[in-house]
């Protein structure tokens, strides 16, 4: 009933676009807190953006460049990804908090960005 699956990722050129989405399967209204992470080959997972009741945080590092946010109707979770650079390279996991707590993870998306 809980389930959160990734898609939109894919190869792009640095200055290029790329919109990620997180379908969250029995609504997204079942999560307090939504957010994405990354995680670069050789690296920790990192924080990317996070949205809660409208409020939303952003890594420094993608700061202006991203954008978080959700569709309501859709029960979809997006990241808007603009200004890409090569350092954006990694796998993306989508990421939420139910209401009754704990947490859950999607599968993940390759995000590849040629310089």
């Known amino acids: 009933q809980v389930q959160l699956v990734e898609s939109g990722g894919g190869l792009v050129q640095a200055g290029g676009s790329l919109r990620l989405s997180c379908a969250a399967s029995?609504?997204?209204?079942?999560?307090?807190?939504m957010g994405w992470y990354r995680q670069a080959p050789g690296k920790q997972r990192e924080l990317v953006a996070t949205i809660t009741s409208g409020s939303t945080n952003y890594a420094d590092s993608v700061k202006g460049r991203f954008t978080i946010s959700i569709d309501n109707a859709k029960n979809t979770l997006s990241l808007q990804m603009n200004s890409l650079k090569a350092e954006d390279t990694a796998v993306y996991y989508c990421?939420?908090?139910?209401?009754?707590?704990?947490?859950?993870w999607g599968q993940g998306t390759q995000v590849t960005i040629s310089s």
């Open positions: 990421y939420g908090r139910p209401i009754y707590g704990g947490h859950y």
């Open positions: 029995g609504g997204i209204f079942r999560f307090n807190v």
